[in-house]
Nanobody, 124 residues
Framework: QVQLVESGGGLVQAGGSLRLSCTASRRTASNNAMGWFRQNPGKEREFVAAISWRGDTLSYSDSVKGRFTISREYGSSTVDLQMNNLKPEDTAVYYC?????????????????WGQGTQVTVSS
């Protein structure tokens, strides 16, 4: 079982920036896609961004495209999410995940291991 440790959440004003980081406990995670999802109480988990195992294929939700950047180094089990120009609607618990395959996906069912989540709160 892969364990994921997330860091970097917090409280920020609208227009500000935060950087989330996630490290997987097993090197096998470096052979699979990694991604970020977010969730608010009473709502379904929502795709945010994903990156392939080599870091050369990126996917974003329309709501964050142009503001968020996902990154990882080739062969790394660490993935980062740079979030700029944050909006109050970005407020959520953000979860890191490791994919079942090397290539990125927007579907949560394609991810097999999940972190415990880190809270991001954006005030207006």
């Amino acid at each position: 079982q892969v364990q994921l440790v997330e860091s970097g959440g917090g409280l920020v004003q609208a227009g500000g920036s935060l950087r989330l980081s996630c490290t997987a406990s097993r090197r096998t995670a470096s052979n699979n896609a990694m991604g970020w999802f977010r969730q608010n109480p009473g709502k379904e988990r929502e795709f945010v961004a994903a990156i392939s195992w080599r870091g050369d294929t990126l996917s974003y939700s329309d709501s964050v495209k142009g503001r968020f950047t996902i990154s990882r180094e080739y062969g790394s089990s660490t993935v980062d999410l740079q979030m700029n120009n944050l909006k109050p609607e970005d407020t959520a618990v953000y979860y890191c995940a490791v994919g079942r395959r090397p290539y990125s996906s927007k579907s949560s069912s394609d991810f097999s291991s999940w972190g415990q989540g880190t809270q991001v709160t954006v005030s207006s």
